[in-house]
C-alpha cells in the first residue's frame, strides 16, 4: 500500500519570496566579502612604529644620563667650593690680625727702647718715650676706625656712658656727668666701649 504523502503529484516546492523592492536578490552561488586579514603593508607600519618608539626612548635615556652626568658634576664643584670657602674662613679668622698685630710689634719695640734708656738716663727720656709710644697707639686706633667718644657738656648720655658711680644733688635738675673715670671708644658707627662716668642725680622729692 503506498502512502499518499509519498505520491509524485503530492510535493510541496519552496518558493522563495521575492526580496524587498530597491534590494536584489543574491545571486547563487555568489558569497558575501569577507573581511581581510592585516597583511604585509599592517606589519610593516607596526614595526616602523615600533621602530620610532625605540629610537625616542633611547634618545631620552641619552639626555637622562647627561643631566645625571651635569648634576653629579656641578654637585662635585659645589662640594669643592664649600671646603675651599670653610678653609678660607679659617685661615681669615686666624690671621685676619696679622696686619694690626704686626704693627704692634712695632709699639713694642718702642717700649723697649724706652725702658733701655730709663735705665741709662734720667725720668724725662722716659716719659718723651712713652708719649712718644702713647702717640704711635693713638694712630693706629684712628687708622682702625676707633675714636675715642667726646664728652659734650655734661648731659648723661645711658647711649655712650656707665654710671660707675651715682650721687644725689640740689643742684641739678638733670642727670650729668661730673667727672669722666675711663675714656670710652667707638669702632667705626658702633659703640666699642662706653666712657665710664661719676654721675650726679636730682634729689629725690626735689621739684
Do not use: C, W
Request: no cysteine; hydrophobic share 35%.
Amino acid at each position: 500500500m503506498t502512502d499518499e504523502k509519498d505520491k509524485p503529484g503530492d510535493e510541496i516546492e519552496f518558493i522563495p519570496e521575492p526580496p524587498p523592492p530597491g534590494e536584489e536578490a543574491p545571486a547563487a552561488g555568489k558569497k558575501e566579502p569577507e573581511a581581510k586579514a592585516p597583511g604585509a603593508e599592517g606589519s610593516k607600519a607596526f614595526k616602523e612604529k615600533l621602530r620610532k618608539k625605540d629610537a625616542e626612548i633611547k634618545a631620552l635615556r641619552k639626555d637622562l644620563d647627561e643631566l645625571k652626568d651635569t648634576y653629579l658634576r656641578k654637585l662635585a664643584d659645589m662640594e669643592n667650593l664649600r671646603k675651599r670657602f670653610d678653609r678660607e674662613r679659617g685661615e681669615y679668622q686666624q690671621y685676619a690680625l696679622s696686619g694690626l698685630l704686626l704693627e704692634l710689634l712695632g709699639i713694642v719695640d718702642n717700649f723697649e727702647r724706652a725702658l733701655q734708656s730709663s735705665a741709662e738716663g734720667d725720668g724725662k727720656t722716659l716719659r718723651d718715650g712713652v708719649e712718644l709710644i702713647l702717640r704711635m697707639f693713638q694712630n693706629l686706633l684712628t687708622k682702625n676706625g676707633v675714636r675715642p667718644i667726646v664728652l659734650e657738656g655734661r648731659a648723661f648720655d645711658p647711649n655712650f656712658h656707665h654710671a660707675m658711680t651715682v650721687e644725689e644733688s640740689e643742684e641739678v635738675a638733670e642727670p650729668e656727668v661730673v667727672e669722666e673715670l675711663q675714656k670710652g671708644y667707638m669702632h667705626h658707627d658702633r659703640l666699642l666701649r662706653p666712657t665710664l662716668v661719676r654721675v650726679r642725680v636730682p634729689k629725690k622729692g626735689q621739684q
